[in-house]
């Protein structure tokens, strides 16, 4: 199964997508990760990228394309993947739709995480995640149990130089005019599950869950 989240950022992707990982045994392929090992790697490639992310804007689709096709023809995502932060314009839809077809796949199901622009406003000025694996925490609705401290690796927690309120605001604006038309893109090819973002994490799991028909954890 070919899975693609979209939402603004701060709606959740990331936690969901471990949730399907866990159920569905296939692997996560998140485009900020890549981004962020390409830019550690110093490569030309994360050079360029770093300096797209360092304003606020949209990585071009060129390099975008590059680092995610390049990783789906690895043997560990063969069984299906689920991509998080890509695509995010149509055109970019159109290429991995195209990608895909090269390589006998094509897009299942795309999940849209739905939540309102204040509400992300909010949950992206509280998140932090570790210096470690960059596991992700927010002070109001996922605090770490210790203050500081990922819970899962001890390391220390940060906020990203990216979820500043001026690049806060810039990336919303980018999602709500541009990447919002990956919604309208896949809805026409009748594959959109558009879930509500906004409520417990462990609700959104579970509506998720059901639209994809799988059955949540402990149900009959």
């Known amino acids: 199964m070919n899975l693609l989240l979209i939402g603004a950022q701060g709606s959740g992707k990331g936690t969901q997508a471990s949730v399907l ?38 990585v071009p689709d060129a390099l975008t394309i590059q680092l995610v096709v ?18 995010r314009t149509r055109d970019q839809a159109r290429a991995l739709d195209k990608a895909l077809a090269e390589l006998g796949r094509g897009i299942d199901r ?10 992300l406003m909010d949950r992206l000025m509280g998140r932090y995640v570790c210096v470690a694996h960059q596991h992700v925490y927010n002070l109001k609705s996922n ?4 203050a500081g401290v990922c819970d899962l690796d ?11 309120p001026e690049k ?9 005019e541009q990447t919002i038309q990956v919604v309208h893109y896949y809805r026409a090819q009748h594959k959109v599950i558009e879930i509500d973002g906004n409520q417990p994490i462990a609700s959104v799991s579970t509506e998720l869950l059901r639209g994809l028909g799988v059955a949540a954890e402990g149900a009959a």
Do not use: C, M, N, W
């Open 21 to 58: 990982v866990k159920r569905l045994g296939i692997q996560h392929l998140s485009s900020g990760d890549l981004f962020r090992s390409a830019i550690d790697q110093g490569t030309p490639t994360g050079l360029a990228v770093k300096d797209f992310i360092d304003r606020g804007e949209l």
């Open 70 to 87: 390049d990783q789906l023809k690895l043997p560990e995502f063969q069984p299906g993947v689920i991509l998080d932060g890509f695509p």
């Open 110 to 119: 795309a999940i849209y995480l739905h939540v309102p622009r204040e509400q």
């Open 143 to 146: 605090p770490p149990q210790v």
């Open 154 to 164: 001890g390391s220390e927690l940060v906020q990203r130089s990216d979820d500043k």
């Open 168 to 176: 806060i605001e810039r990336r919303l604006q980018i999602f709500f």
